[in-house]
Nanobody, 120 residues
Framework: VQLQASGGGVVQPGGSLRLSCAAS????????PAWYRQAPGKQRELVVS???????NYADSVKGRFTISRDSAKNTVYLQMNSLKPEDTANYFC???????????????WGQGTLVTVSS
């Protein structure tokens, strides 16, 4: 099982990007996807998490600008980022709890990170 994040790039302040995170391999269940980010010289921080009931929890700094969504059929989660600010510059990581087989224990998986740079 792997998580592959993509969609990062360079964007001007006020612009938009959509990040994707696709799970591949044997996937029995794909649960509670989340996005984190780590800016240079800073600790990794939560951007948005989801609950098994479908709830979401956004960091205050991104509320109203970022939106998480998922395509369950594709085991893919997205992060739509609008009104980007220079302080959003960071490496963005996806995370999910994945069960590879019905009899397997769920495990926590991380994507490799995709770099978002917001700069004029």
């Amino acid at each position: 099982v792997q998580l592959q994040a993509s969609g990062g790039g360079v964007v001007q302040p006020g612009g938009s990007l959509r990040l994707s995170c696709a799970a591949s391999g044997n996937i029995f269940s794909f649960k509670t996807p989340a996005w984190y980010r780590q800016a240079p010289g800073k600790q990794r921080e939560l951007v948005v998490s989801t609950t098994s009931g479908g709830g979401t929890n956004y960091a205050d700094s991104v509320k109203g600008r970022f939106t998480i969504s998922r395509d369950s059929a594709k085991n893919t989660v997205y992060l739509q980022m609008n009104s980007l600010k220079p302080e959003d510059t960071a490496n963005y990581f996806c995370n999910a709890v994945i069960q590879s087989r019905a009899w397997a224990d769920p495990r926590d998986y991380w994507g490799q990170g995709t770099l978002v740079t917001v700069s004029s």
